[in-house]
Nanobody, 123 residues
Framework: QVQLVESGGGLVQAGGSLRLSCAAS????????MGWFRQAPGKEREFVAA????????YYADSVKGRFTISRDNAKNTVFLQMNSLKPEDTAVYYC????????????????WGQGTQVTVSS
């Protein structure tokens, strides 16, 4: 059974940091581009960050650029999202996703989704 399992979410004050992890099991994703999305209450799911199969290229939403960093450890089949300078508007459920291709992430090409982890930023 293929699974993406997120962890590391929680409650943090504005200005604080969290590090999310996404551990894959059931198959290797070292050849897949991976991404993070988030969904706040009453809003649509939105793109946060993505990384290509090698870790050599990364992409960020404008709202998180300069504050969040995506990385991956292919040996451990794990993707990370380091979130710094958190703001209340970052509050959402964060989802890990595996794209069908190797270089970029697109919602229409997601092969697997994680179950999500809650991030709450208090003001």
């Amino acid at each position: 059974q293929v699974q993406l399992v997120e962890s590391g979410g929680g409650l943090v004050q504005a200005g604080g940091s969290l590090r999310l992890s996404c551990a894959a099991s059931g198959r290797t994703f070292r050849g897949n581009a991976m991404g993070w999305f988030r969904q706040a209450p009453g809003k649509e799911r939105e793109f946060v960050a993505a990384i290509d199969w090698s870790g050599g290229s990364t992409y960020y939403a404008d709202s998180v650029k300069g504050r969040f960093t995506i990385s991956r450890d292919n040996a451990k089949n794990t993707v990370f999202l380091q979130m710094n300078s958190l703001k209340p508007e970052d509050t959402a459920v964060y989802y890990c996703a595996a794209d069908r291709t190797s270089f970029e992430v697109s919602v229409g090409r997601i092969a697997y989704w994680g179950q999500g982890t809650q991030v709450t930023v208090s003001s």
